[in-house]
DNA sequence: GCGCAAGTGTTATGTTATAACGATACTCAA
DNA sequence: TTGAGTATCGTTATAACATAACACTTGCGC
């Protein structure tokens, strides 16, 4: 799996939680603070007991499953981070700000995950729930297959 | 979970499966139709544990995890099945003719699946992906939430 | 017969996620 | 100041989901 990009957020990302969190009135502890940075330097989505090891690192002694799957709940809840469901694995939310109307391009040779926003996604799914009489409250769209990077090299 | 209604699917699915399998040459042995018929038969998805649990009833005998999860594989491949990311369980696939333009409506209080087409969909990621130079071999569309039926009694 | 592929059985293990309880620290009102 | 309430994090154990690796059988073409 090669990572042709170092980072997948720019550097000012965690700055933005950071900012949000102080807004809404969330604290930023050094828990939630390490695990926004790992994810933030990571060139692509990590699992669970991936951040588990790497924050046992950085903390220099062994951190429990839950202590993280805590910090991930949080952030998620609060919009700050995506699950990739289809992998099990979670990214840092690109567009804090607003509704998520976005669609995550899952890249199965270099593992990137990159989010973009589509308006006209989100009106095909308002009126095709809407048709169904269904109340949607969570959405889920992914796409796997293979980034500007990868897809030539893997004809 | 309350399930008001039987089966996720007409009885007529597991003929159409056969008949499928049949044109193309696919083996349609007496596991699989077992599994085929324990979904066919379930009012919601069900987890893989599930299924073995109710494969092992129906055979007499204990089947253990690897038999069913090929089983799965087999008929996720030729498009029979769905997996169901955000909750780790397989339903049925109602549409077996055509491209999977899908999205599936999954209700979070009697826990349904309903697997609807959306042509605007379809188009609307095809030119994201597009703008995005990005190549898309798999999708996944699911919209958590409440059905017509659970929306009104949890208001 | 022999080699090969498809299907299934079996054992063991790997990976992802949560339940349940405890400890600490902080706030805020009485 | 005390003590109730809440938020955070630690710890132990276990549940839930999934696959690796190898064995065996069957059917089929050569």
Redesign the pocket.
């Known amino acids: 799996m090669s990572t042709h990009g170092k980072h997948a957020v720019p550097k000012s990302w965690t700055r933005e939680v950071q900012a949000a969190c102080d807004r809404q009135g969330?604290?930023m502890?050094?828990?939630?603070h390490n695990v926004l940075a790992i994810l933030a330097e990571s060139p692509a989505p990590l699992?669970?007991?991936a951040i588990i090891e790497a924050l046992s690192k950085r903390e220099g002694k062994p951190?429990?499953?839950?202590?993280v799957?805590?910090?991930l709940e949080?952030f998620l809840e609060h919009g700050f981070l995506h699950k990739i469901e289809s992998r099990?694995a979670y990214a840092p939310c690109e567009h804090l700000g607003h509704a998520h109307e976005g669609v995550l391009l899952l890249c199965e040779i270099c593992g990137r995950s990159d989010e973009v926003e589509d308006p006209a996604l989100g009106r095909a799914l308002q009126s095709t729930a809407e048709r169904a009489g269904f109340s949607t409250r969570r959405r889920m769209v992914e796409l796997v297959g293979r980034c500007r990077e990868c897809a030539p090299a893997a004809a």
């Open positions: 969330l604290q502890t050094p828990l939630r699992g669970a007991y951190i429990a499953p839950p202590t799957y805590r910090t949080f099990n």
